[in-house]
């Protein structure tokens, strides 16, 4: 399973962010058609409306029928188990806690990586290998 972080959805949309807006596309492609491989939280989805709408400009009728589809692709809720969760991850890895919330949600949704730019390229979090699908151009 493969956790997707929201700066892969916000590239998708971007128009200044090529190239990875195309790596970007097509990962997001690759997660709404194969909804069963990837999976997210209400972190991503709150994460990707709020740039979606402030930076990118998108309308509401178009981020409403995106979040549709997002909202399709397997996540977990946010509660009091994963907030605690992600202060310990936080306090082990010294990342931020909302990065830290992101590896939480990932391992308990049985991830084996996450899509980020936000987490070291490379490095295991809690045995979830960060992956940043844009290093090297």
Same mark, same amino acid.
Do not use: W
């Given at each position: 399973?493969?956790?997707?972080?929201?700066?892969?959805?916000?590239?998708?949309?971007?128009?200044?962010?090529?190239?990875?807006?195309?790596?970007?596309?097509?990962?997001?492609?690759?997660?709404?058609?194969?909804?069963?491989?990837?999976?997210?939280?209400? &972190?991503?989805?709150?994460?990707?409306?709020?740039? $979606?709408?402030?930076? =990118? !400009?998108?309308?509401?009728? @178009?981020?409403?029928? *995106?979040?549709?589809?997002?909202?399709?692709?397997?996540?977990?809720?946010?509660?009091?188990?994963?907030?605690?969760?992600?202060?310990?991850?936080?306090?082990?890895?010294?990342? &931020?806690?909302?990065?830290?919330?992101?590896?939480? $949600?990932?391992?308990? =949704? !049985?991830?084996?990586?996450? @899509?980020?730019?936000? *987490?070291?390229?490379?490095?295991?979090?809690?045995?979830?290998?960060?992956?940043?699908?844009?290093?090297?151009?």
């Amino acid at each position: 399973m493969t956790f997707v972080d929201s700066n892969v959805f916000v590239y998708a949309l971007d128009r200044n962010a090529t190239p990875k807006q195309k790596k970007a596309r097509r990962i997001v492609a690759d997660a709404f058609a194969a909804h069963a491989t990837y999976r997210i939280s209400p &972190q991503v989805l709150a994460e990707f409306s709020s740039v $979606a709408i402030r930076k =990118l !400009g998108i309308g509401t009728p @178009l981020l409403l029928s *995106l979040l549709a589809e997002m909202g399709k692709i397997s996540h977990v809720a946010i509660d009091n188990a994963l907030v605690s969760r992600a202060v310990e991850i936080q306090g082990i890895y010294g990342i &931020q806690y909302y990065d830290a919330q992101i590896v939480a $949600a990932a391992e308990r =949704l !049985g991830c084996d990586s996450i @899509l980020t730019e936000d *987490l070291n390229d490379g490095q295991l979090y809690c045995g979830i290998m960060a992956v940043n699908p844009f290093a090297g151009g």
